[in-house]
């Protein structure tokens, strides 16, 4: 991919949430030319208007830095990549507004010599939807597996339904990093790193926060740290209905015991042993080689995800590390993870880089986006993912899809404040309660 001090790469981000920005952002900067790792990547961030977009907050703590940011509707993004020249576009979204997107793109590029490359793929673990969220993705350029567990899965799915395979590329996570663990801290801190939706009951979450604080009682010389994802009033990528600043309120916690924010690099930084359901900060712990467990107090389930571990040496309970447990992760299991522990993360990326590069030399330009699911192979499933985007089968806007050539006025915006205000409120207020009443 050529490369100069004066022809920047032209790179585009769209996210929906404050995790699929960091994951878009951070592997906008891995797949660039290596030429760009020290200068000329413009790096354009679009974020889907919804219920999580990311805060300023969220985004600060990214630490990832875009030459421009704006916040868009799926029509208004489509409108900006026909009217606007990118060199490659990442889709980090959920899998129906990927399928969306790649539809709509198909449309607003027809008869163009030269389009952007395509890039897509997950945010972290894939334990759920693996068919479903995969056929979703299927017809970008580059569909990234995090790991080479995941690149085999991936190409078996595709290759099972008679889909071309070959945007399948093995990456690795593209937050891994931070300085290798070399010894214990003084304090010894130990880091509980929150879900937003895992476990997604009072009562669980309730369990779990008894036992963190029963830990920081038991070993009053530790630090205990609650690492939280969103501040009250904040959505990620899942939605939290039983938020933990919430309930811990209730308790009495002792002196070392704390809630933080933050990223999550940075917080590592500091930890001596990690403790978590099933979220990647495990896979940010394995790679710089702390101690890490995954908790099955609540048992070892698909729901939890933390099945995803078995195998991994990081299996444990409270008691066990009220005990003084501390856990050895698997080697092998790791590796095929994508953590790359062994130092050869700086490689991870050259795959992808090599086949954009070969797809943007491509003479003639690329073909046409092929996504598996049409109108043809999908009539009763993909209308409804389109429509959701405000786009018809073929990708073309719908009649009265919100429009993309003026600013939203002042009230607009109050109004979509509230609307999200009272969104926030009834997933994390009038929802449990709901429930609860149901359950009477």
Request: with cysteine.
């Amino acid at each position: 991919m050529p490369a100069s001090t004066t022809t920047p790469t032209r790179i585009a981000v769209l996210a929906d949430s404050d995790t699929r920005w960091k994951w878009g952002a951070l592997t906008a900067n891995r797949i660039a030319p290596r030429e760009d790792a020290q200068g000329p990547l413009a790096l354009s961030g679009f974020l889907l208007r919804g219920r999580a977009t990311p805060t300023p907050r969220q985004l600060a703590e990214v630490g990832v830095h875009a030459d421009s940011l704006r916040e868009v509707t799926s029509v208004e993004f489509l409108r900006a990549m026909a009217e606007e020249e990118y060199d490659v576009v990442v889709v980090a979204l959920v899998g129906g507004g990927v399928q969306a997107m790649l539809h709509g793109l198909k449309r607003v590029w027809e008869g163009r010599e030269k389009r952007p490359v395509v890039v897509t793929g997950y945010v972290g673990v894939v334990y759920e939807k693996l068919a479903d969220g995969l056929l979703l993705r299927h017809g970008a350029d580059l569909v990234l597996a995090n790991s080479r567990q995941d690149a085999e899965r991936f190409r078996a799915v595709y290759e099972g339904v008679g889909a071309d395979a070959s945007s399948v590329t093995e990456v690795a996570l593209p937050f891994l990093g931070g300085a290798a663990y070399e010894g214990e801290h003084d304090p010894y801190t130990v880091v509980f790193a929150v879900q937003p939706s895992v476990p997604d009951s009072r009562r669980d979450r309730t369990y779990l926060l008894n036992r963190l604080i029963q830990h920081a009682r038991l070993h009053p010389e530790r630090e205990v740290l609650l690492k939280l994802r969103s501040k009250p009033g904040e959505h990620t990528t899942h939605i939290e209905e039983q938020p933990y600043q919430k309930l811990v309120q209730r308790l009495d916690p002792p002196a070392n015991f704390r809630l933080v924010y933050g990223n999550m690099g940075e917080v590592l930084d500091r930890t001596d042993l990690l403790v978590t359901i099933s979220s990647t900060a495990a896979l940010e712990s394995l790679h710089r080689r702390i101690p890490t467990v995954v908790l099955t107090d609540l048992g070892v389930r698909e729901i939890l995800g933390n099945h995803h571990f078995v195998g991994s040496g990081c299996l444990a309970s409270w008691d066990q590390l009220d005990a003084g447990h501390r856990p050895v992760a698997d080697a092998e299991w790791v590796a095929r993870q994508g953590v790359v522990a062994d130092g050869s993360y700086e490689t991870a990326f050259d795959a992808a880089r090599e086949r954009i590069a070969k797809l943007r030399a491509r003479p003639g330009g690329l073909a046409p986006l092929t996504p598996y699911y049409t109108p043809a192979t999908a009539p009763g499933y993909l209308p409804g993912i389109l429509a959701r985007h405000h786009l018809g089968p073929d990708g073309s806007p719908l009649p009265g899809a919100p429009a993309a050539d003026k600013e939203p006025g002042p009230v607009r915006q109050i109004v979509r404040r509230a609307a999200r205000g009272a969104y926030r409120h009834g997933v994390q207020r009038v929802a449990p309660v709901i429930r609860r009443m149901g359950e009477l």
